[in-house]
T-cell receptor
Framework: DGGITQSPKYLFRKEGQNVTLSCEQN?????MYWYRQDPGQGLRLIYY???????QKGDIAEGYSVSREKKESFPLTVTSAQKNPTAFYLC??????????FGSGTRLTVV | ELKVEQNPLFLSMQEGKNYTIYCNYS?????LYWYRQDPGKSLESLFV?????AVKQEGRLMASLDTKARLSTLHITAAVHDLSATYFC??????????FGTGTRLQVFP
């Protein structure tokens, strides 16, 4: 079955550490997105990519980085520059005719 | 810049009652989406609205779109406890970014 997979489901980060969240899709979608959700809040766009080897900043890109070397993969790195990274992170992919598909999310906690 | 506003933010309603959630957006949009989110879970797609006057219904939920007013509504008919969740609208602007509203947390009680 086609879908979008995020891993890990739970991630713990120490102060000053970089961590990478994985997002893989086998839907053959060109566009991929990363969102952050804080408790009781809506989703805010971090980065998005419309095509391989190209990506753009969203509304809250500071402290994050991404790469898009393969169509199937869009990993998100939370760097030490992100001072408050504890949140729920959702990855999505999209097709112009079929809309958006969301992963199951990664819950990141700073310890 | 596209902005999406939902109201109310919180909604506590009795089983069997009807209510409407409103979603306003600031610029011309191609598509509007409604999602449901249960606590700690990802998003479940409910509706995609593509044109002015579009109306879609699934069970006790009905969504509509007025592109001239830049307004979408999600109407709940005869609420049941299973509908308790957070509901988001999201609007796709001309830059192919999906921008979310703040969400409406719905609680249905007996």
């Amino acid at each position: 079955d086609g879908g979008i997979t995020q891993s890990p489901k739970y991630l713990f980060r120490k102060e000053g550490q970089n961590v990478t969240l994985s997002c893989e899709q086998n839907l053959n979608h060109d566009a991929m997105y990363w969102y952050r959700q804080d408790p009781g809040q809506g989703l805010r766009l971090i980065y998005y990519s419309q095509i391989v080897n190209d990506f753009q900043k969203g509304d809250i890109a500071e402290g994050y980085s991404v790469s898009r070397e393969k169509k199937e993969s869009f990993p998100l790195t939370v760097t030490s520059a992100q001072k408050n990274p504890t949140a729920f992170y959702l990855c999505a992919s999209a097709h112009p005719n079929y809309g958006y598909t969301f992963g199951s999310g990664t819950r990141l906690t700073v310890v | 810049e596209l902005k999406v506003e939902q109201n109310p933010l919180f909604l506590s309603m009795q089983e069997g009652k009807n209510y409407t959630i409103y979603c306003n957006y600031s610029t011309t949009s191609d598509r509007l989406y409604w999602y449901r989110q249960d606590p700690g879970k990802s998003l479940e797609s409910l509706f995609v609205l593509l044109s002015n006057g579009a109306v879609k219904q699934e069970g006790r939920l009905m969504a509509s779109l007025d592109t001239k007013a830049r307004l979408s509504t999600l109407h709940i008919t005869a609420a049941v406890h299973d509908l308790s969740a957070t509901y988001f609208c999201a609007v796709e602007g001309n830059t192919d970014k999906l921008i979310f509203g703040t969400g409406t947390r719905l609680q249905v009680f007996p």
